[in-house]
């Protein structure tokens, strides 16, 4: 069944015969702009397995902002399933570009930042302020739904084309990168540089904290590259210099729309990566 015929359809449709799963989609606008929920509803189907996906995601959202209330998260899962004492099965969480691309202290950094190690030293200090915040939402999840599983991944290859390379910039090195201040090859090269590190510090990190299958961090970066034709680039290895995602995919520059291949490599990825392992045939 092709997913870009799925991609045009809300409701959930059970497959299997038990309850559906129930899966929480919370965090940013790659829940409602791109790849979107329907994304991910759509990936439990193709594969049998009976879900209901809810999105509580908001366009322009940072970590640290709904960390303002620890239970946002909680709070979310109990909007979206208010019969379900146990909370949701699975939780999509995304966040954390809002907060690069709207923190200051970070911008400033980049602006002043004269070699590639301190640029990623920029990095490292803004992921430490969202790292927290997102630590913060977690362990308020697991408190109230000890049995909720969590899957994550960082962000993708966007567009780097005009002026979706400034877009890229704005929460990925930044002057620094535009102004090849650098030893990193191009603009674009320094900044998926600066994205595979930040991988690296973020996600990475995280699973070195919490183990599976309660938290899961993917590693997507270079499915989209991949999709898009860019020699060298696979689900978890990226080609730096290779350049971004096909533009014609993507919502405003950084989105991958719904039903096209660089969405799809996303549902498949994370169909490999987090959700087979947990909820696909035994």
């Not at 359809?9 to 791109?34: E, H, I, M």
């Not at 939780?91 to 570009?97: D, E, H, N, R």
Request: with cysteine; proline share 5%; glycine share 10%.
């Amino acid at each position: 069944m092709s997913l870009l015929v799925l991609c045009a359809t809300v409701a959930a449709v059970p497959l299997r015969p038990a309850g559906p799963l129930k899966v929480l989609v919370f965090g940013d606008s790659q829940g409602t702009q791109g790849p979107t929920w329907h994304t991910l509803q759509d990936t439990l189907d193709s594969h049998n397995v009976s879900a209901s996906v809810v999105n509580k995601a908001t366009g322009g959202t940072r970590a640290c902002g709904w960390a303002e209330h620890a239970d946002a998260m909680v709070n979310a899962s109990r909007e979206a399933f208010p019969d379900a004492a146990d909370g949701p099965d699975l939780v999509w969480y995304t966040a954390g570009g809002n907060d690069l691309a709207q923190d200051l202290e970070y911008h400033a950094c980049t602006l002043f930042a004269e070699t590639d190690s301190a640029i990623k030293t920029c990095v490292s200090q803004a992921n430490s302020r969202l790292m927290a915040c997102t630590q913060t939402l977690y362990e308020s999840l697991w408190a109230a739904f000890p049995n909720a599983k969590v899957g994550q991944y960082n962000y993708m290859a966007t567009c780097m084309q005009g002026e979706c390379l400034l877009e890229a910039a704005a929460y990925l090195g930044g002057p620094y990168c535009l102004e090849k201040k650098h030893d990193l090859g191009s603009p674009s090269a320094c900044m998926l540089t600066l994205l595979e590190y930040w991988q690296t510090i973020f996600v990475d990190a995280l699973q070195q904290k919490y183990a599976k299958p309660r938290y899961t961090g993917m590693n997507l970066l270079g499915a989209v590259q991949h999709a898009s034709g860019v020699p060298g680039a696979s689900t978890g290895h990226m080609n730096v210099s290779g350049g971004g995602a096909n533009c014609a995919w993507m919502n405003g520059c950084v989105h991958p729309r719904c039903g096209t291949p660089a969405a799809e490599a996303i549902g498949a990825a994370m169909w490999k990566l987090w959700l087979e392992p947990i909820v696909g045939p035994k």
